[in-house]
């Protein structure tokens, strides 16, 4: 039986940049129609090779996918469930930002088919959303999630934001508990990167950003008060309540398959992981003019058996559900434990990792540098890793 497969769809416009975002999009306001149409196209191409395989999540991401016109959004819905065989009950996400949704548009895509909205909050206070440059209010922002409760949606994301400019832990903590008033059924608390070639970047030296420590306890706090609510943690960053994971974002962080479309849209499917460019004029001109053989592909390449161990290890270990040293000797005929023993016992030692009934999982202390601890046990692992591949590993 076919796995069940997501799709993705990338939206890379926005009404504004924000300082500190690395994802592709741009503030024009042109070629709406022409890129939903283009995507259209795009997904024409992969319909037959996905014919049999039930897609269960679907998720239009960004950039902002509610500056769409409501004609426009609704043509693109509808072209998904044309081209693919979408499951009845799939979960069906559509991000947006305050200031962006009306009523009437909320209550059309829900009769539609979209079943779960994510919206950007960032901060609950304003002097923090300037900081970050958001265009839109604390109070934008309380209007927009009404808004979407008032349309019927019953499923609910909010995104947050900590260690960023302005803030202390006294104002993390007021805007959870504005978060907690509100009673999502799903909450995304990521910590503030500095990514490269963004405008914080050019002024990490100058941003009033508090220090690790203080953001350590603003991130503990945080998880704290969110359980307290009633969120389980279930990812480093994501917090649902019981029955409210997101189904689509687990795909990525249990390797499940995939199909990405847009400019800078990324898949994993047929065991390979490719993307496509971060340009939408080569995008939209590559799918309407076929015959000029525009190649819009950017990285395309075959997952390695030991890439795939790597994968399973970087991504499973994000989960508060860890990984199943039996489940892991089943997939790959390995033992998790051989590979990676001396860092498990050093880290669970150190309080930064727990083993019960034969599963690993980061504590929460663990979690705050897992992508430290993660670089460390695949880069000194890389020559095991690199056996399998070759079948020297045994």
């Not at 996918?65 to 081209?83: Q, R, S």
């Not at 941003?207 to 943690?233: K, N, W």
């Not at 053989?293 to 994968?311: A, C, F, L, M, Q």
Request: net charge negative; glycine share 6%.
């Amino acid at each position: 039986m076919p796995e069940n497969l997501g799709i993705y769809i990338h939206i890379p416009f926005c009404l504004s940049k924000c300082a500190y975002c690395d994802f592709y999009s741009v503030t024009s306001q042109e070629d709406f129609e022409r890129y939903v149409d283009a995507l259209l196209l795009h997904m024409e191409d992969y319909s037959e090779s996905a014919k049999n395989r039930v897609v269960d999540t679907v998720f239009i991401g960004g950039g902002t996918p509610t500056v769409l016109p409501k004609k426009t959004m609704l043509a693109l819905i509808e072209g998904i469930y044309h081209n693919f065989a979408v499951a009845p009950d799939a979960e069906f996400t559509i991000e947006s930002n305050p200031a962006t949704v009306s009523l009437g548009e909320l209550k059309q895509y829900l009769r539609q088919g979209v079943n779960r909205l994510s919206i950007g909050m960032q901060s609950a206070c304003d002097n923090e959303l300037r900081a970050l440059s958001r265009i839109h209010t604390a109070a934008e922002f309380e209007k927009s999630y009404a808004i979407a409760r008032k349309a019927g949606f019953k499923d609910i994301n909010i995104d947050v934001m900590y260690g960023i400019p302005e803030q202390t832990k006294h104002s993390l903590m007021s805007t959870i508990e504005k978060v907690c008033e509100y009673e999502p059924e799903h909450v995304s608390l990521y910590g503030l990167k500095i990514e490269e070639n963004t405008p914080f970047a050019a002024m990490a030296d100058t941003l009033e950003l508090p220090d690790e420590d203080t953001e350590y306890d603003m991130y503990v706090s945080a998880i704290e008060r969110l359980r307290e609510a009633g969120y389980e943690q279930y990812e480093i960053s994501n917090f649902a309540k019981h029955g409210f994971r997101c189904a689509h974002n687990l795909k990525y962080w249990n390797c499940n398959e995939y199909l990405g479309f847009g400019a800078g849209a990324h898949s994993y499917y047929n065991g390979r992981r490719f993307s496509f460019r971060r340009d939408i004029a080569a995008y939209i001109d590559a799918l309407e003019h076929p015959e000029n053989g525009v190649d819009i592909t950017d990285e395309n390449y075959e997952i390695k058996p030991s890439e795939r161990v790597g994968e399973y290890v970087m991504l499973r270990l994000r989960l508060c559900d860890g990984i199943d040293t039996d489940d892991f000797a089943e997939k790959f005929g390995l033992s998790f434990e051989r590979i990676f023993g001396k860092y498990l016992s050093q880290y669970t030692e150190n309080g930064f990792m727990t083993k019960s009934n034969g599963v690993y999982s980061f504590t929460t202390k663990g979690m705050y540098v897992s992508s430290y601890i993660l670089s460390t046990m695949l880069d000194f692992n890389s020559d095991i890793l690199a056996g399998i591949a070759d079948g020297s590993d045994k």
